[in-house]
């Protein structure tokens, strides 16, 4: 007799430390920010990717910062931040913003290209959209800080451009998601329910 809960695929357990996290988190594709804060001399980018949109009602993002990380304190000094949602065309900022080398102040906004926010976050022209935010809350997170942020306005770009997307350490592109029909639907018949139909 065959019993189906025992024929599921066995899975690797291994030591729940940083690196594993890191590795399992590697199967997690995510789009790309730049974080920005501050004007002219006083002005930081970092790239980041451990972004959540918390809630709509009020709305609120939430972004993870190492405690390390420049930006960090100038989070905390300056009270509000944009996050730049990048587009595939702009994977030379992720990496730039990505490194301990980069610039801060009047260099780095020029880098960025786009002024300033109405919070006065530098924006970063060419992103699909921006979000910007008035801090709102700093939660402790292990070696990363939490930055809740309540939305005070939001610019959106180019918006049929793909985005930029990070994956396992690199940034493959986007292929065109296959149409429904032939990645085989949800149809529910019983309940007359066809997730085509809804365009889902
Ligand atoms: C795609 C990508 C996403 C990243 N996301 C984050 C993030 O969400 N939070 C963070 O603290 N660092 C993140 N980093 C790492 C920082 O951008 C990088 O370590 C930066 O150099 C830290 O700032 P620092 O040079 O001031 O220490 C990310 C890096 C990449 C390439």
Redesign the pocket.
């Known amino acids: 007799m065959t019993r189906p809960h025992r024929q599921r695929k066995e899975w690797r357990s291994v030591e729940p430390d940083g690196g594993a996290l890191r590795e399992a988190m590697g199967h997690f594709p995510t789009g ?1 920010t730049v974080l920005t804060t501050g004007r002219e001399e006083r002005a930081e980018g ?6 959540i949109s918390v809630s709509l009602e009020p709305p609120l993002m939430l ?4 405690r ?4 960090n304190a100038r989070l905390r000094e300056e009270g509000y931040y944009a996050l730049n949602l990048l587009a595939a065309d702009q994977e030379g900022l ?1 990496r730039l ?4 080398e980069r610039s801060s102040g009047v260099t780095a906004v020029r880098s960025m290209g786009g002024g300033y926010g109405s919070t006065g976050a530098p924006l970063v022209r060419g992103s699909l959209a921006v979000i910007e935010c008035e801090l709102e809350a700093v939660y402790p997170g292990g070696d ?1 800080d939490l930055f809740l942020g309540r939305v005070a306005a939001i610019h959106l770009g180019e918006t049929d451009k793909a985005p930029l997307v ?1 994956y396992q350490g690199t940034y493959p592109s986007l292929k065109e998601a296959p149409r429904l029909k032939e990645a085989g639907a949800f149809m529910d018949a019983p309940r007359g329910f066809d997730a085509r139909l809804k365009g889902w």
Do not use: E, L
């Open positions: 790309v970092m790239t980041a990717n451990a972004v972004v993870s910062v190492h390390g990380a420049r930006i992720s913003f990505a490194s301990p990363h990070f």
